[in-house]
């Protein structure tokens, strides 16, 4: 490893990043980035009671349960980008009655239709109700 990348991986430890956003940053092994940051104690402290996806401050409330975010949108926004982590048990597959289509849908068992024009033409005949 030249001085040059130990520098890099200083800086960019320094900056927030994990060993393996700097393995690829710099072009080298993610153990090689990591043995180097052990051996010169250069582990980034997690922020404590702070939103996981924007970093706000979190007030916690003693005798409820730990606050992960500060505000449904940051819920939202960090599953959305986190869909790996998410564990999807309730897909559902169905057939549309309308168009005969299969479609999946999660989390939605009573769901009948692929979609709003399917039930519009299926329960009033017809989607032009003018």
Not at 24 to 41: A, D, H, L, M, P
Not at 70 to 86: A, E, G, M, Q, T
Request: charged fraction near 30%.
């Amino acid at each position: 490893m030249t001085e040059n990348q130990k520098e890099q991986i200083l800086l960019l430890r320094a900056k927030g990043l994990g060993y393996i956003k700097i393995a690829n940053e710099i072009g080298i092994s993610e153990n090689t980035v990591k043995s180097f940051c052990r051996r010169n104690q250069q582990r980034v402290k997690r922020r404590e009671n702070c939103c996981e996806h924007c970093g706000k401050p979190l007030i916690q409330i003693s005798g409820r349960k730990k606050k992960r975010f500060c505000s449904d949108v940051c819920r939202n926004k960090w599953w959305n980008s986190h869909l790996d982590i998410v564990k999807r048990k309730a897909i559902y597959q169905y057939t549309c009655p309308n168009c005969g289509k299969s479609f999946e849908v999660y989390g939605n068992r009573h769901r009948k239709y692929c979609c709003h024009e399917c039930y519009v033409e299926y329960r009033f005949g017809g989607s032009n109700l003018e």
